[in-house]
């Protein structure tokens, strides 16, 4: 089993930036990819971005250029550092796991632009 826990999230103006952690805990050995999904009011759930054990990252078309995923192997901690945040990214993010023998999702962070 996997926990993850997300951090980071709150308030910012649109133009600024923010950072969201996600620590993962427990079988971290198996995890594949870790990932950034979003969910705002009245949308459904979307990947953001995400990174297998590699590396390799696969980003929205919609953030592309402005956000950017990155991994912590010592700290088991993803991060997505977002930049230029626009009123339009305001939502829940949860971040994913994905790892031999199932998934696992955290609570959410609830990143707010304000325009």
């Known amino acids: 089993q996997v926990q993850l826990v997300e951090s980071g999230g709150g308030l910012v103006q649109a133009g600024g930036s923010l950072r969201v952690s996600c620590a993962a805990s427990?079988?971290?050995?198996?995890?594949?990819?870790m990932g950034w999904y979003r969910q705002a009011p009245g949308k459904q759930r979307e990947l953001v971005a995400h990174?297998?054990?590699?590396?390799?990252?696969t980003y929205a078309d919609s953030v592309k250029g402005r956000f950017t995923i990155s991994r912590d192997n010592a700290k088991n901690t993803v991060y997505l550092q977002m930049n230029s945040l626009k009123s339009e990214d305001t939502a829940v993010y949860y971040c994913?796991?994905?790892?031999?023998?199932?998934?696992?999702w955290g609570k959410g962070t609830l990143v707010t632009v304000s325009s």
């Open positions: 427990g079988a971290i050995f198996s995890i594949n990819v």
């Open positions: 994913h796991a994905l790892y031999l023998g199932g998934d696992c």
């Open positions: 990174i297998t054990s590699g590396g390799t990252t």
